[in-house]
């Protein structure tokens, strides 16, 4: 099949060697869209105008301090400061306490009574500023393409199959997204097909990561001082990554200059 340009990704990440695939896309594309965010896009004002209503998640946030460019952190948590600031003001002023505050009205409230009022409020605007991100969003959209971009490539291209039985397969958390998708979009005699075999690969490659961590624990027993660590260096992260994704292990992300 004539390699097209979504899939391009996909192929690079099933051949990456990585423990999963979806794993490796997603640290590539974080890093990206960081990139973008604290490239030249900041000077841009219908960019700077979406980050200022939309902000940054908590671990973003890190990730933008650590890449390191002051500069373009500074125009962004400004414009996001006064966007917010602005806002804040407006829901202050229109601040108006809730009636009987007594404790027969206190023993009234429903918990749900207390969620839908606190929502509603200067409280509820808040959280819900809390509950979305730039990265996060352009992210999600991009994924949920790579998704569907899987499915195709597994139906159309028979040499991303074999690339990806021969893979170490996914982490659990990816694995999840992986069966969604495959049981939305496939025919009822494609899954027949797939879902086993997928199924498969992840229990070969989690028994596999099973057995460096078990070794490697075996190995600071003084009996096996001298006996090779064979693949089990690593065999933390790995696990971790197989139970959660992510990359525990990594060093902090620095944007290129």
């Not at 998708?181 to 199924?199: A, D, F, M």
Request: net charge negative; glycine share 8%; with cysteine.
């Amino acid at each position: 099949m004539k390699e097209k340009l979504y899939t391009i990704e996909l192929t690079d990440g099933v051949k990456s060697g990585d423990e999963c695939m979806f794993c490796w896309l997603e640290r590539k594309l974080e890093q990206e869209n960081l990139e973008f965010v604290l490239g030249s896009s900041y000077m841009e004002g219908d960019i700077r105008e979406e980050t200022s209503k939309s902000g940054f998640c908590r671990h973003h946030t890190k990730m933008m301090y650590d890449c390191g460019n002051s500069l373009g952190n500074a125009w962004i948590f400004k414009s996001r400061l006064e966007w917010m600031n602005q806002q804040l003001k407006e829901h202050i002023a229109r601040y108006e306490p809730a009636g009987g505050t007594g404790f027969w009205e206190r023993f009234r409230r429903t918990e749900q009574a207390e969620t839908d009022r606190s929502r509603s409020g200067t409280e509820g605007w808040i959280r819900s500023e809390e509950d979305h991100c730039y990265v996060c969003r352009r992210m999600k959209v991009i994924y949920e393409r790579m998704l569907d971009t899987f499915v195709y490539m597994l139906r159309e291209d028979p040499g991303f199959g074999s690339l990806l039985t021969e893979s170490k397969g996914f982490c659990i958390h990816h694995f999840a997204d992986v069966l969604m998708v495959c049981e939305e979009k496939l025919k009822p005699q494609e899954k027949q097909v797939w879902i086993p075999r997928l199924g498969q690969l992840m229990t070969k490659n989690l028994d596999r990561v099973q057995q460096d961590i078990d070794w490697l624990i075996e190995k600071y027993d003084y009996r096996n001082q001298d006996a090779d660590w064979k693949q089990s260096r690593d065999a933390v992260q790995r696990t971790m990554q197989k139970l959660i994704g992510g990359y525990p292990a990594d060093p902090v992300f620095k944007c290129r200059k």
